[in-house]
């Protein structure tokens, strides 16, 4: 079995922050294997799927971002799962908005979600999906730019790089991280249309 977890806060007042955008690619990818994330379990809310003889757990956790080590050890303890066969996916500032990099091990760079599933598992060689959402425009906005809504402009954007994050995904489980590495790290060619900015500006 492969763990594929999106990092998230839980509630409706954080459903669209930049920092809950491993949520919405855990939700594509459960909408395209035809399944839904009603299971609760784990301190998660869950689902089993399968493709091409690959079986998957979608994964949610319920224990807000920076507990996030707490639900994935319950359930890579119950399943018996090594780490190379779990898939973290969740949202960085230091990749540009629109594009996503596939990365095996390494540290947390700061971010807590990271943090807290290193201490919580012990090891941090677990394969990671990272989507861009950007950076704040000061380095002491980090916070508050995380937990922000995705301006009107960015959201076409969004679609596309969720949809981008889920193949990568897919990718990973039926090819391995090192192809999709090689398909996925090269910068998007996605960018946020000139005139829609200009037309957002002009309505406020």
Do not use: C, W
Not at 60 to 71: C, L, Q, W
Request: cysteine-free.
């Amino acid at each position: 079995m492969i763990i594929v977890a999106g990092l998230g806060n839980p509630g409706k007042g954080y459903s669209s922050s930049r920092h809950n955008v491993g949520f919405m690619v855990i939700d594509e990818l459960a909408k395209g294997l035809g399944v839904s994330l009603k299971k609760k379990g784990f301190r998660s809310h869950y689902a089993q799927a399968s493709i091409e003889e690959k079986r998957l757990l979608l994964l949610k956790p319920d224990t807000y971002m920076n507990r996030s080590g707490e639900a994935l050890s319950d359930v890579i303890e119950f399943f018996k799962i090594p780490a190379k066969d779990l898939i973290v996916v969740y949202d960085e500032m230091d990749i540009p908005l629109g594009n996503i990099k596939v990365k095996i091990g390494g540290g947390s760079a700061g971010h807590r979600g990271i943090e807290s599933i290193i201490n919580s598992l012990g090891q941090s060689d677990f394969i990671r999906v990272r989507v861009g959402i950007g950076k704040p425009v000061q380095k002491s906005q980090g916070i508050d730019h995380v937990l922000s809504q995705f301006e009107k402009d960015e959201k076409k954007l969004v679609n596309r790089v969720v949809d981008r994050a889920k193949d990568a995904v897919l990718e990973i489980v039926l090819s391995g991280a090192e192809n999709a590495m090689n398909k996925f790290n090269r910068k998007a060619e996605v960018t946020i249309d000139p005139e829609t900015i200009i037309n957002e500006q002009e309505r406020k």
